[in-house]
T-cell receptor
Framework: TQLLEQSPQFLSIQEGENLTVYCNSSSVFSSLQWYRQEPGEGPVLLVTVVTGGEVKKLKRLTFQFGDARKDSSLHITAAQTGDTGLYLCAGPSYDKVIFGPGTSLSVIP | DTEVTQTPKHLVMGMTNKKSLKCEQHMGHRAMYWYKQKAKKPPELMFVYSYEKLSINESVPSRFSPECPNSSLLNLHLHALQPEDSALYLC??????????FGNGTRLTVT
């Protein structure tokens, strides 16, 4: 059974700080996805990483896929209150998408 | 605006009621999903439809009954629910093997 772990599970920081969220597995994934879910809404896809070692940037967000395709990280530079939400990593597993437990981020003004 | 539309946004029902949740997408996706989500937890897969046929049922209790009338619509029929079934119910769609497109969910409260 493929499992995804995330750390930290909860994070509260001041506006302007940097942070990194980690997603780890003991299994190899063909790709990993990151979603952000804001309160009252469904998860929204931020990025898909496919190639080991890949780095993708989305404005202040930087995503990295580990060389062995077992882990990924999300780094946010100069966090803003609009970054508040639940960050989920996810990966394909047979006919399903499995999710990590999520990182609940709160950015305080 | 989300491309997956769910109605209603909120639903309060008693344990003896029958209600239905509806989901619609027009992106041509042939896989559609129902997820259940509790606060600050990840979505839990309930059902997967592929080409309008039920392909995965994650051992969901029979008080939840899915239906896929056509390639754009997905329903979830609810009957005799329990208070612990209160949650956010999310619909999603995708091309096979591709990332999920979620609706904004139905917030269900069972009294």
């Amino acid at each position: 059974t493929q499992l995804l772990e995330q750390s930290p599970q909860f994070l509260s920081i001041q506006e302007g700080e940097n942070l990194t969220v980690y997603c780890n597995s003991s299994s190899v994934f063909s790709s990993l996805q990151w979603y952000r879910q804001e309160p009252g809404e469904g998860p929204v896809l931020l990025v898909t990483v496919v190639t080991g070692g890949e780095v993708k940037k989305l404005k202040r967000l930087t995503f990295q896929f580990g060389d062995a395709r077992k882990d990924s990280s999300l780094h946010i530079t100069a966090a803003q209150t609009g970054d508040t939400g639940l960050y989920l990593c996810a990966g394909p597993s047979y006919d399903k998408v499995i999710f990590g437990p999520g990182t609940s981020l709160s950015v305080i003004p | 605006d989300t491309e997956v539309t769910q109605t209603p946004k909120h639903l309060v029902m008693g344990m003896t009621n029958k209600k239905s949740l509806k989901c619609e997408q027009h992106m041509g996706h042939r896989a559609m999903y129902w997820y259940k989500q509790k606060a600050k937890k990840p979505p839990e897969l309930m059902f997967v439809y592929s080409y309008e046929k039920l392909s995965i049922n994650e051992s969901v209790p029979s008080r939840f009954s899915p239906e896929c009338p056509n390639s754009s619509l997905l329903n979830l029929h609810l009957h005799a629910l329990q208070p612990e079934d209160s949650a956010l119910y999310l619909c999603a769609s995708s091309y096979r093997g591709s990332p999920l497109h979620f609706g904004n969910g139905t917030r269900l409260t069972v009294t």
